[in-house]
């Protein structure tokens, strides 16, 4: 067996602890997933603690539990062969960026982090944006609903502006506005994200004209390919706005614009 899904259970109090267990000696289990599990910070530290002896394991989804901070500081200092991490929704705090940070700093092989629905802030954002100015392996980040900020958004857009690995990054529900989502797309038109998903932000129909002058004319050093602007309070003059920018774009590939105004 090289994938468990176990989604949806109760491993609660000891099962957690058993899971741990059985990696400790396991040699063939790839991917284990552990979505919504009532899982704690105990189970999590457990868990965390196993992957110091266990070298197989390479993807852990553990969203949608209450592993915490000590339960997340486990499993990031010790998942060093991980390379796909998902800890979202977990009530982790902004002071373990800093031990996510060295994760994607220092892990060699990490090449996607699922953080979504935990409170990064601008302070935990600082840390991110740390890593980010390093050569490292990552190329997805999602950070969605993380109350990140405008002045967040800001450095984080910064901090990729001249980023060359980053390709994926999810920034979906974090109350973006025009005036962050101008950094984006200047940082978009610099650094090699091919994959954007920002709905379910405010960025109305100014943010599109910016996005189609920057981003979607034919001269723009994009990377971009695919974009999600679903929700994002979109009326017909943003849409007008975007149907001209690509007419002659030859990049963008798939588009969402669900669930606006026009």
Sequence with gaps: V????????????????????????????????LQENHLGEDAGDKIGTALIQNTTLKKLV?????????????????????????????????EVCYELKNLIEYNKVLKEIIWSGNYVGFKGVNFIVEALNQKTKLKSLSLRNTSIGKKGIRDLAMGLIDNNFLEILDLSSNSIVYQSFVYLCDSLNTNKIRVFRCRNNLLGDDSMKYFAEIILNKNSK??????????????????IYLLNGLVNNTKINWINLRDNYF
Excluded: H, M, W
């Design 2 to 33: 090289t994938e468990g899904s176990f989604r949806v259970n109760n491993f609660s109090g000891d099962g957690g602890i058993i899971l741990a267990r059985i990696l400790l000696n396991n040699k063939s289990l790839e991917t284990l997933i």
């Design 62 to 94: 553990i969203s949608d539990n209450k592993i915490r901070n000590k339960g997340a500081r486990s499993i990031i200092e010790n998942g060093s062969n991980l390379i796909s991490i998902n800890l979202s929704d977990n009530d982790i705090s902004p």
């Design 222 to 239: 994009s990377s971009l390919t695919s974009f999600d602007f679903s929700s994002c309070k979109i009326y017909d003059q943003g849409f």
